[in-house]
Nanobody, 120 residues
């Protein structure tokens, strides 16, 4: 069974930094792409950053220049380095992965979410 397990969330003051990690486990033949979404209370879930198998990245405009996504696909892990955090970054952050597994060549999986709270 494929699982995504996130870690690294928490409480930080505005201007501070956090690093999120997400590790995939299970029978995985290949990683098509991995990324991070977030959802604030009362808001829709939105893409924060994504990275493909070849290293191409995509960022939400609101986090460009502050957040960096990276991956170690040999370890089936993706990271999100978040710097210069703002109160508006407060949300539950979800790891997402599109994986080639025994079920499908491309299927989306989600982590359980990790809370990031930025205080002023």
């Amino acid at each position: 069974q494929v699982q995504l397990v996130e870690s690294g969330g928490g409480l930080v003051q505005a201007g501070g930094s956090l690093r999120l990690s997400c590790a995939a486990s299970g029978v995985i033949f290949s990683i098509n792409f991995m990324g991070w979404y977030r959802q604030a209370p009362g808001e829709q879930r939105e893409l924060v950053a994504a990275i493909t198998r070849d290293g191409s990245t995509n960022y939400a405009d609101s986090v460009k220049g502050r957040f960096t996504i990276s991956r170690d696909y040999a370890k089936k892990t993706v990271f999100l380095q978040m710097n210069s955090l703002k109160r508006e970054d407060t949300a539950v952050y979800y790891c997402n992965a599109n994986l080639w597994t025994v079920v499908s060549r491309g299927r989306d999986y989600w982590g359980q979410g990790t809370q990031v709270t930025v205080s002023s």
